[in-house]
C-alpha cells in the first residue's frame, strides 16, 4: 500500500479542489445570467399584439420558467407554467407546473394561494417526488398563516402517508411546535416522546428534546427546563443536530438564573471562553459584562481574515441608517466573501447576495429607482441597496442584530415567527428558537463575525 500523502500536499489538494468548486460555481451563474437575459429577451419580442405569449413546446417553457424561478422572476415563470397546465394537461411536467406554481406564490408570501396551488398538486399528483415536497410545503405555508392545527393535519399526513419520506424527520419535529405554537402543550410533548422513540440515537432524538426545552422556557417552567437540558447534556450527541452543547448549557443557566438559583454565574462560566463560539460569547457577556474581549491576542491574521473592504461605500451607508457598520461587513463576510461577482443557486447577487425580488422592494429609497439585476453586481448600487434593506429589519427586529441575521437568511416571516415564540426576547432565546438549521447556523456565523470585527475595530472601522 503507499504512504499517505504529505499533510502539506493533501491541504494544497483541498485547495485546489476548493477552488475549481468556487470556479464551477461561477460559471454556472455567468451561463444562468446569460440564459436569462435571452429567454427576457425572446419572450419580450415574442408576444402578440394582447401581449401573450406564444405556445411552445412543454419541455421549452418548463425550461423557461424555471430560469425565471431561479432568479426569483415569479409572475414570468408562472406565465410559462400556465400555459403548461392549459395546453399540456397530460404532460408529465404538470406536477412540476403545480408545484413550482404553489411554490412561487410561498414566496411572495401569499400563503394562502399557495396552499390553494398546493391542495391542487397534492388531490391528484400526491404519489410523486412534487406532490410528498407539496404536502410538506402546504403544511409550512399553514404555520406561516397562523393555521397551526391545519399544519399538524398536512404534517400528520405525511408521516401517515411517506413513512420513509425525505421529510419525515422534520415533519415529525414541525408538528411539536406547531402544536406548542397553537398552545396544545400536552399534544406537543406527546409528541416529543414519539419523536424520541422513532427515532432514537439519532439528530431529531435531540431535536425534539431540544424543542421541550425551548417550550419550557417559554412557559417559564423553569425547573422542568433545567430538567430537559439535564436530559439532553446525558449523554447525548449534538453531531448533525439543531442544538450544541454551549447552547443547551446557556439555556439551563438561563433557566437557573430566572428561577433565582444562587448558582447561576457559575455556570455561565463554566462555558469555556471561545472567540468563534456565540453562545461561548453571550455566557461571556453574563459573567463579565458586554464589553468583554474574547480574542486574548489579535495577531495580524485576524486582520486579514476580517478585512474592512469597500469602505467608503460601507460607512457612508450605513452611517445614513444608523446601522454599525462592522455588522454590515460581518454580514458581507458571509454572504459573498466580498466578492461583488458572487451569485448563488438562488439567484442572489453581488455583496450582500440580494435577490432580486427583494431588491425591488427597496431600490427607489436606495436611489436606484431602475435597477435591473445585473445592477446588483455593482458594489455601489449593492451596498446602498441592501443596507437600506437592513435598515428595514433593524426596525422590524427592535435593533435586535440576531432577528435581521436571521431574517435575512431564512426570510422575514420565518423570523418574525421565531421572534413571537421568544420568551423573554433575549437574543440567546431568540437564536434558540431559529427553526431552520441553515439560517441558525447562519446567525452563529454573522454574530461570530461581528463580535470579531468590534474587538478589532472602531465604529468607523478603524484598528483599535
Do not use: C
Not at 427576457?40 to 408576444?47: H, I, K, Q
Not at 461561548?280 to 468583554?292: F, I, M, T
Not at 485576524?302 to 454599525?324: A, L, Q
Not at 420568551?423 to 431552520?436: A, H, L, N, W
Amino acid at each position: 500500500m503507499p504512504d499517505p500523502p504529505p499533510e502539506k500536499d493533501m491541504r494544497k489538494t483541498l485547495r485546489t479542489l476548493a477552488a475549481l468548486v468556487l470556479l464551477s460555481i461561477a460559471a454556472i451563474a455567468q451561463t444562468s445570467d446569460a440564459t436569462l437575459r435571452r429567454i427576457t429577451d425572446v419572450d419580450r419580442a415574442s408576444r402578440d399584439a394582447s401581449g401573450k405569449l406564444p405556445v411552445l413546446s412543454a419541455a421549452e417553457h418548463l425550461s423557461r420558467a424555471e430560469t425565471y424561478m431561479a432568479n426569483r422572476l415569479f409572475p414570468q415563470a408562472r406565465e410559462h407554467w400556465a400555459i403548461v397546465l392549459e395546453k399540456y394537461p397530460e404532460d408529465p411536467g404538470v406536477s412540476k407546473a403545480l408545484f413550482g406554481t404553489a411554490r412561487s406564490y410561498m414566496w411572495e408570501r401569499d400563503y394562502q394561494k399557495a396552499v390553494e396551488w398546493f391542495d391542487r398538486l397534492t388531490k391528484d399528483y400526491l404519489m410523486t417526488k412534487d406532490g410528498r415536497e407539496g404536502l410538506a410545503f402546504k403544511g409550512a405555508s399553514y404555520v406561516r398563516m397562523g393555521k397551526n392545527l391545519e399544519a399538524v393535519k398536512a404534517y400528520e399526513q405525511y408521516t401517515i402517508a411517506f413513512p420513509e419520506g425525505e421529510r419525515i424527520e422534520s415533519a415529525y419535529l414541525n408538528i411539536i411546535d406547531a402544536l406548542r405554537e397553537a398552545g396544545k402543550y400536552d399534544d406537543a410533548e406527546q409528541w416529543v416522546e414519539k419523536t424520541v422513540s422513532k427515532f432514537a440515537g439519532k439528530p431529531s432524538e435531540v431535536n425534539a428534546l431540544h424543542a421541550q426545552l425551548r417550550m419550557e422556557i417559554h412557559r417559564e417552567h423553569w425547573s422542568d427546563a433545567v430538567s430537559a437540558a439535564d436530559r439532553l447534556l446525558s449523554g447525548k450527541s449534538f453531531t448533525g443536530t439543531m442544538a450544541s452543547f454551549d447552547e443547551v448549557k446557556y439555556l439551563r443557566a438561563f433557566a437557573i438564573s430566572m428561577d433565582k438559583r444562587a448558582n447561576s454565574a457559575s455556570v455561565f462560566a463554566s462555558i469555556l471562553p471561545n472567540p468563534t463560539s456565540y453562545y461561548a460569547g453571550l455566557a461571556a457577556e453574563r459573567v463579565s459584562g458586554s464589553n468583554v474581549k474574547l480574542i486574548a491576542d489579535v495577531t495580524p491574521k485576524y486582520y486579514s481574515d476580517y478585512p474592512v473592504m469597500f469602505r467608503t461605500e460601507v460607512v457612508r451607508e450605513s452611517k445614513k441608517r444608523n446601522i454599525d457598520p462592522r455588522f454590515l461587513l460581518a454580514i458581507m463576510k458571509q454572504e459573498s466573501s466580498f466578492k461583488p461577482s458572487a451569485k448563488s443557486p438562488a439567484g442572489a447577487r453581488g455583496l450582500l447576495q440580494l435577490v432580486f425580488d427583494t431588491a425591488l422592494k427597496y431600490n427607489v429609497s436606495a436611489g436606484f429607482p431602475n435597477v435591473q439585476p445585473d445592477d446588483l453586481y455593482d458594489p455601489a448600487t449593492n451596498i446602498a441597496i441592501g443596507s437600506e434593506y437592513i435598515k428595514f429589519l433593524k426596525d422590524e427586529f427592535g435593533g435586535l442584530y440576531e432577528g435581521i441575521a436571521a431574517s435575512y437568511n431564512g426570510g422575514e416571516d420565518n423570523a418574525l415567527r421565531w421572534l413571537n415564540r421568544s420568551k423573554p426576547k433575549e437574543p440567546g432565546i431568540f437564536t434558540s428558537e431559529i427553526g431552520f438549521a441553515e439560517s441558525k447556523n447562519y446567525v452563529f456565523k454573522v454574530m461570530t463575525n461581528y463580535r470579531i470585527y468590534r474587538e478589532l475595530y472602531t465604529e468607523n472601522l478603524d484598528r483599535k
